[in-house]
T-cell receptor, first 113, second 111 residues
Framework: KAGVTQTPRYLIKTRGQQVTLSCSPI?????VSWYQQTPGQGLQFLFEYFSETQRNKGNFPGRFSGRQFSNSRSEMNVSTLELGDSALYLC????????????FGSGTRLTVV | SQQGEEDPQALSIQEGENATMNCSYKTSINNLQWYRQNSGRGLVHLILIRSNEREKHSGRLRVTLDTSKKSSSLLITASRAADTASYFCATDATGRRALTFGSGTRLQVQP
């Protein structure tokens, strides 16, 4: 079956711009989570959505937002980009069977210049 | 912020040897998971151990969990060059569905 699909794979943006990243989960998975990975801070949880509702949110500023659609696809948006937002953004999906492992996408590498 | 630390930060071994990585965490957990990441790519789920389990096996992987010490270890037996990657432990705290990752161990297996 198809894995978690993230688009685009690579993105270069300028400071102050905004960006939208997309994630299509595995069919049947209703939970979608987002993570940011940087060399300095490592892997950090951004937020998690289930049935179009944000259930959990990490410690990130309000410039980071997301949403989930009725087909479970999710988008995350970062407004007013800063150089420090350069990172690999990873999406993960899971069934809502607690506890369970997560299936990650290959990520979107965002570079802010 | 990260849940805890992994050690060693880097490990270099020869093919056929065993590799052991350790993970410590800070809060109560529902389960602990191990993931592998090849350079700059997504994470691959390896194994999950629940808080009421002490040991789990999957192929060449063996994971132990000591909740009293808030620590876990991942053992990869008979390592292969293809095992070269970064390995992360991640905890799923009780009641949350947000993984908190350790800092990772970079494993290099020399052919």
């Amino acid at each position: 079956k198809a894995g978690v699909t993230q688009t685009p794979r690579y993105l270069i943006k300028t400071r102050g711009q905004q960006v939208t990243l997309s994630c299509s989960p595995i069919s049947g998975h209703r939970s979608v989570s987002w993570y940011q990975q940087t060399p300095g801070q490592g892997l950090q949880f951004l937020f998690e959505y289930f049935s179009e509702t944000q259930r959990n949110k990490g410690n990130f500023p309000g410039r980071f937002s997301g949403r989930q659609f009725s087909n479970s696809r999710s988008e995350m948006n970062v407004s007013t980009l800063e150089l420090g937002d350069s990172a690999l953004y990873l999406c993960a999906s899971s069934k809502d069977d607690l506890p369970g492992g997560y299936t990650f996408g290959s990520g979107t590498r965002l570079t802010v210049v | 912020s990260q849940q805890g630390e992994e050690d060693p930060q880097a490990l270099s071994i020869q093919e056929g040897e065993n590799a052991t990585m350790n993970c410590s965490y800070k809060t109560s957990i529902n389960n602990l998971q191990w993931y592998r990441q090849n350079s700059g790519r997504g994470l691959v789920h390896l194994i999950l151990i629940r808080s009421n389990e002490r040991e789990k096996h999957s192929g060449r992987l063996r994971v132990t969990l000591d909740t009293s010490k808030k620590s876990s270890s991942l053992l990869i037996t008979a390592s292969r060059a293809a095992d070269t990657a970064s390995y992360f432990c991640a905890t799923d705290a009780t009641g949350r569905r947000a993984l908190t990752f350790g800092s990772g161990t970079r494993l290099q297996v020399q052919p």
